[in-house]
């Protein structure tokens, strides 16, 4: 019996069909805006500089030439719970400040291109995660926020300083701010002083879109950083503090600084 001739014909018209289909549209690519997250520092409700005398809330004179702090994983939160990793790491100085006051204000700021559409609000961690806290510094480059350039790293223990303080307090029995010369050096650090900051409540939520950039301020309460309604510090007392060893006594200031920072110091300016 022969076999019928369309048989053998088949597979050729089955693939001249596929071969004849339109191909699937290119899909398009997805709408992005600017999303701008700014950190500004006060003290007593000015904005924070560099060598400009201050007074705690004990009324003791105080000024601060370096101000540095490491801020990682800034994660959006969209309305759906999904989550969209904007950098890993970022290194803000605030005694040097980049930013363009006419822009951006007064402050730090870090700018990244983000998908359009709503979100709950921002998440991140002040200091630098445990996966990125043992790894050598020198393996980065010259600009990268984790470099040996940047001089966060203690090249004596293993890790790298989360916050750096650094400036001088008046320690004198009058407190009246004639003779400021008495060290402050704060350099918090150790994988068990790492937070996570989070801003998702119902009024931190917005919108990204395509036409405009979406500016997202923190304000950073310096003074309650030292002196918080839960804990103080005596700045002149407790004046130095290189977190280690754990359990000690400069390890409980550098715990005290970490958690009124989280805790109390973070305030999110309304849009």
């Known amino acids: 019996m022969r076999t019928p001739i369309w048989l053998y014909l088949l597979p050729l018209i089955s693939l001249s069909a596929l071969a004849c289909k339109d191909p699937a549209p290119p899909m398009p690519d997805p709408k ?26 004990n009324g003791r004179s105080y000024f601060l030439e370096k101000f540095s702090m490491y801020i990682s994983d800034i994660t959006l939160v969209k309305e759906d719970g999904e989550e969209v990793l904007l950098s890993e790491i970022e290194l803000l100085d ?7 006051k006419a822009q951006h204000g007064d402050g730090v700021f870090r700018a990244y291109e983000a998908p359009a559409g709503a979100y709950k609000g921002v998440k991140f961690g002040i200091g630098v995660p445990q996966r990125l806290n043992h790894v050598d510094p020198a393996s980065f480059d010259q600009d990268h926020p984790l470099s040996t350039f940047k001089g966060m790293h203690w090249n004596w223990t293993p890790g790298y300083k989360f916050l750096l303080i650094e400036g001088r307090i008046d320690s004198s029995l009058q407190k009246d701010g004639l003779n400021i010369d008495y060290p402050l050096a704060y350099h918090t650090g150790l994988d068990t002083l790492y937070r996570r ?22 304000q950073l309460d310096v003074n309650t950083m030292f002196q918080s309604k839960a804990e103080a510090l005596d700045m002149v007392q407790q004046n130095f503090s290189h977190t280690v060893p754990a359990g000690s006594a400069e ?19 309304p849009f």
């Open 197 to 218: 900051v989070e801003f998702l409540e119902p009024e931190h939520a917005f919108d990204i879109s395509e036409t405009d950039e979406l500016q997202f301020i923190v």
């Open 32 to 57: 992005e805006g600017i999303f701008e997250l700014n950190f500004q520092p006060l003290v007593n409700g000015q904005s924070f500089e560099k060598e400009l005398v201050y007074q705690n809330n």
């Open 94 to 100: 605030f005694a040097n400040p980049e930013a363009n």
């Open 251 to 269: 390890y409980e200031i550098a715990r005290i600084i970490t958690d009124n920072l989280v805790k109390y110091a973070l305030f999110k300016v």
